[in-house]
Every structure is written in structure tokens, then in C-alpha cells.
């Protein structure tokens, strides 16, 4: 019985496990008049971002990514790093072993997302450029 209530006891103490996602920081999409607060500009940033980067995926030409999204593979993409002016996001697929192992993501396209008019830059590796991407 003494051992029962020492784990019970153990466990609540425990923190509580959260995956961090850089999205979680953004604004409720309905926000109640009586209780507004001052814009949060970093938040402000990924406004529209989800969407933006599902639009690219879905509508791009870029060889890896079309082969990828016909063959089914799960494209995803992650806040790499921000800047003054751009969202810095790889896009690829996360790969692991047969058995489920090793989980590792694979780049297969650098983006970079105008934090102010969300227009697309494709960064051109070989150049060290970055060209817009229009649909």
C-alpha cells in the first residue's frame, strides 16, 4: 500500500510533456472584443503560413517535390530559422528504417517565405540566389 501512494505521489509530480510546434504560438482564429490584447508581431508573422506552404506543395513543379507528392509520400515542411524579412523553411519527407527506426527528415527544397506579403522564394542552390515562385 506504501508503495501504491509513493508512485501516485511520483507521478504527480512529473511534468507534463508538450511537443513544441512554432505554429502554437499563433492567435486564436476568433478572438472576443471585450478581451483583445495587443498584437503579438512575431505571431503575426505565421499568419497565413499553413496555407501558404500547402498551396506550394500542392501546385509546385519542382521535380523531387512532384514525384513525391504523386507517389504518396507525406510532404512536410518546418520553421528552420526566421529573419528580418523571410521564414526559412525546408520542405521533404521524413524517412525511417523497414522496422520504423531512425526517423530523419530529407530536404528536398529550401523556402523562403516574405514574412510581410507571403510571396514564395525558391532558393537555387548552385547560384546561392533565391528566385520567386509564381503559380
Given at each position: 500500500m506504501c508503495l501504491f501512494?509513493?508512485?501516485a505521489m511520483c507521478a504527480c509530480h512529473q511534468p507534463a510533456r508538450h511537443e513544441s510546434n512554432a505554429l502554437?504560438?499563433?492567435p486564436p482564429a476568433s478572438v472576443d472584443k471585450s478581451e483583445e490584447k495587443p498584437v503579438d508581431k512575431e505571431?503575426?508573422?505565421f499568419a497565413g503560413l499553413d496555407s501558404v506552404m500547402a498551396?506550394?506543395?500542392g501546385k509546385t513543379?519542382?521535380?523531387m517535390l512532384s514525384l513525391a507528392r504523386n507517389d504518396s509520400s507525406k510532404l512536410e515542411w518546418y520553421i528552420d530559422r526566421l529573419d528580418k524579412q523571410y521564414i526559412v523553411a525546408p520542405v521533404g519527407i521524413t524517412v525511417t528504417e523497414p522496422d520504423g527506426s531512425s526517423p530523419r527528415f530529407n530536404t528536398m527544397m529550401w523556402l523562403h517565405v516574405d514574412s510581410a506579403t507571403m510571396e514564395i522564394y525558391e532558393y537555387d542552390l548552385p547560384n546561392d540566389t533565391l528566385i520567386k515562385w509564381g503559380y
Open positions: 501512494i509513493l508512485m502554437d504560438s499563433l505571431a503575426a508573422r498551396y506550394y506543395i513543379d519542382n521535380e
